[in-house]
């Protein structure tokens, strides 16, 4: 129950940010027992390279300070989605922060939107979303894994966020969003194998006033169905692009430095001994040496409102379509 | 056709509204009477009042004065591709001389065209028949050329709605420096890392993005919600242009508290008292705010806050009240920390995190590398600070058409962004 509001007590329950070292972040329940997978309630110990952690002891810390380990220390911190989307179980492919930021930006979320998502996959994205648009917003997502549309309602309620989100288990490429979200959504998010498919059916489910759509799609013939799919449709504004981080490790560097003044001269015995190397010190920010060159390729576009739709058709230079409503 | 109820999708007088043509943007007051100078063209912008957003207009020549345009809402444009009928074309483009003088309209012949009657099909038309190569031209070749041409005579505006994604698209395409070199992708993760949503009280350090910071900041954190925006800055006035374009309604607009940097502090250490609920009455003030910091005014002064600080001289100013409602949220500490600078950043974060609550994120953005490389030796020379990050994006868009999808010839370089966990020690 630790992702609606800031919290400055961890409750039994919570999920918390284990944060050891930058690259050793982890999530964990705070709380006593679990269930092991045989069944039997057995203490929550979570093993880090620097120890067992007794879960159940962190009730009543306050987040934001230093809890020891025996070979060592961390921290404890609240999380957010975005320490979420680094910690989450896996149950997909995920969307990571930089995309994620730029999808929440571009579709233009405040607090009170309505959006629609799909898939759900495990979660990553929705959270993002649940923050920008509460409280009087809402989050609809769905996902035709039954397991998965499953697990996800599970983890939103655990987290608090029940009120902000629901789950739906269906076929958004064959069935839509259904009846009860035409003309809802502020905005859809489409992360599908078939992302043209749902986009028509994205469109009765925005606004007579409009709104906007994203699609994430890592491959190249994906975005060029879609965008055809959308000019078709009446789609403007339609923009592709990409975008990827890269985290620089901050060093202070010691660089050997070469003398060559003395070759100049003849030998006169004042030339620098070959030991005594000269150093000098710089400070650098290195790229790490390698990182993922590629996520996805994110094709944003808005649906104009009604009353210039068909103008918007016609200027999309695409043949004038006979059932759109 | 829809009934627009509450007007909001009306284009009213007093609207800021975003005029595009093509992928040229520029934000525009409407007013009574008003022109807009968009590029090469003048233009009377009367007729778009009472009409609706996302409507399409066509620039019109007025009669009698051939440099002045009207405006027409259209219900239908004609595309140059589309209805001119090409005869023929080029195998490949092995015939076309390199310098051969091809055109043979002048450029006084085109004025005359266009200023009878702007229509980018008839003057592509007349460019075309005009032209000694453009039947030797590939068909590939010819469609660039009429839509470049189109691009250049297009007469049609469409009348949007000014957002954050609009807005930082378009003051980065103008001139980046505007933003302080800000781009979308910057902006979209400043956002998130710091957290801000619809509830907590924000601290913004902005040296002057056109307004963009803390119009963002306040957008995410929405209206009829508890979040608070304290926006600090360098002059006397801050930059405005993005925040009043929004028209937050006023509710969420009183939520975002201006100040300048070195007055609220000064109030924050020299006058407790102004602040701590015991005494509300108090205030021997008399500072200046405009001997305090003669360094800038940043442009766009605000006539309302003049006038405030002009009535009433016993009464405190308004901007000693928005010190005083500022210093009492530093007072209970903040959520977040976002610090988007010209300046070196090490000595601003020196003096705002002590304001910031264990267990919260700060932002640090810069358009150089070394002042944040300098920000994180200070920062692990803290023992408070944890999981502290430099990154900068790599973004590029894309041309997606049948058969020629590719990246867009041109792209750019953002800035680099600088996160960490404050921890309570
Ligand atoms: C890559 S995952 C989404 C990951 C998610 N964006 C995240 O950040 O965690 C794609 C999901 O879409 C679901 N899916 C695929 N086709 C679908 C369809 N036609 N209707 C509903 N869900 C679908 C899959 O079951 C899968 O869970």
């Known amino acids: 129950m630790s992702f609606d509001g800031y919290k400055d007590e961890i409750n039994e329950g919570d999920t918390v940010i284990l944060y050891l070292t930058i690259t050793q972040v982890y999530s964990i329940k705070a709380q006593p027992k679990i269930v092991n997978k045989k069944g039997n309630e057995v203490e929550n110990v979570f093993q880090t390279p620097y120890g067992a952690l007794k879960c159940g002891e962190l009730i009543g810390k306050s987040y934001g300070t230093k809890i020891s380990l025996s070979k060592g220390w961390g921290y404890v911190l609240q999380p957010t989605p975005e320490l979420w989307t680094i910690t989450l179980p896996h149950r997909t492919q995920i969307i990571y922060t930089p995309d994620i930021s730029m999808i929440i930006l571009q579709l233009e979320l405040c607090p009170g939107s309505m959006v629609i998502e799909s898939g759900t996959g495990s979660g990553s994205l929705s959270h993002a979303l649940i923050r920008a648009v509460k409280p009087h917003g809402h989050v609809y997502t769905f996902d035709f894994h039954e397991v998965r549309a499953k697990t996800a309602t599970e983890e939103f309620k655990d987290h608090g966020l029940a009120s902000y989100v629901t789950v739906g288990h269906r076929d958004v490429c064959e069935d839509g969003f259904g009846e009860h979200m035409t003309g809802k959504a502020d905005a859809v998010f489409l992360d599908l194998p078939h992302p043209w498919l749902a986009i028509p059916h994205a469109l009765t489910s925005i606004k007579t006033t409009g709104g906007r759509l994203c699609s994430f799609s890592p491959c190249i013939e994906q975005v060029q169905k879609s965008c055809l799919m959308l000019l078709k449709l009446g789609f403007q504004d339609i923009q592709t692009l990409e975008v990827l981080q890269t985290q620089y490790s901050v060093q202070q560097r010691s660089i050997p430095v070469i003398n060559l003044d003395f070759v100049k001269a003849e030998k006169d015995g004042s030339e620098p001994e070959k030991k005594e190397r000269e150093m000098m010190k710089t400070v650098t920010g290195l790229p790490p040496a390698s990182s993922p060159g590629h996520t996805g390729y994110l094709t944003f576009a808005t649906l104009p409102p009604v009353w210039c739709r068909s103008l918007q058709i016609s200027l999309n230079e695409e043949d004038i379509l006979t059932s759109v409503d | 056709m829809e009934i627009d109820s509450d007007m909001s999708n009306t284009i009213k007088v007093g609207d800021f509204v975003v005029v595009q043509r093509q992928g040229y943007t520029k934000l525009h007051k409407v007013k009574a009477h008003s022109r807009l100078i968009l590029g090469s063209f003048n233009i009377e912008m009367d007729n778009v009042i009472g009409e609706k957003y996302y409507d399409t207009f066509q620039m019109k020549n007025m009669p009698g004065n051939r440099k002045l345009y009207t405006v027409e809402k259209v219900e239908q444009t004609n595309s140059a591709v589309e209805s001119l009928s090409i005869e023929q074309s080029g195998a490949d483009n092995r015939h076309i001389p390199n310098n051969a003088e091809s055109q ?46 189109e691009k250049k005579y297009f007469e049609y505006i469409q009348i949007k709605k000014p957002s954050i994604r609009i807005m930082g698209q378009m003051f980065y395409r103008q001139d980046p420096t505007k933003t302080l070199g800000i781009r979308i992708d910057d902006l979209s993760q400043i956002l998130t890392y710091a957290n801000i949503h619809q509830e907590g009280n924000h601290l913004l350090y902005d040296s002057g993005t056109s307004g963009l910071m803390p119009a963002a900041i306040t957008n995410s954190i929405g209206s009829q919600t508890t979040g608070c925006l304290i926006h600090m800055h360098p002059g006397n006035e801050c930059q405005k242009n993005g925040f009043v374009a929004m028209q937050f309604p006023i509710e969420q607009a009183e939520r975002c508290i201006n100040v300048n940097l070195y007055s609220v502090l000064r109030c924050y250490y020299q006058q407790k008292d102004s602040f701590s609920d015991s005494s509300e009455t108090k205030s021997d003030t008399n500072t200046d705010q405009n001997l305090e910091n003669g360094a800038k005014n940043n442009e766009e002064s605000e006539p309302t806050s003049k006038k405030a600080r002009l009535e009433e001289p016993n009464q405190k100013k308004s901007w000693q009240l928005d010190n005083e409602r500022a210093c009492k949220i530093l007072d209970q500490k903040v959520d977040s920390l976002i610090v988007t600078a010209k ?41 408070d600070i944890v999981s502290i990050k430099l990154s900068n994006n790599f973004m590029r868009d894309y041309q997606v058409l049948p058969d020629r999808t590719h990246p867009e010839v041109n792209m750019n370089y953002g800035g680099y962004i600088l996160t960490g966990f404050k921890l309570i020690c």
């Not at chain 2, 099909?121 to 070749?141: C, M, W």
Request: charged share 30%.
């Open chain 2, 104 to 149: 043979g309209l002048t450029k006084d012949d085109i004025d005359k065209l266009k200023d009878e009657e702007l229509s980018s099909n008839i003057i592509v038309e007349q460019l075309i028949s005009n032209s000694k190569t453009f039947s030797l031209r590939t068909g590939y070749s010819q469609e660039k050329y009429i839509k470049k041409k």
């Open chain 2, 343 to 383: 300046e070196h950043p090490v000595n601003i974060v020196k003096a705002l995190l002590p304001f910031l609550r264990g267990n919260r994120s700060l932002v640090v953005f810069s358009l150089l590398k070394e002042p944040l490389q300098d920000l994180y030796f200070y920062l692990k020379s803290r023992v």
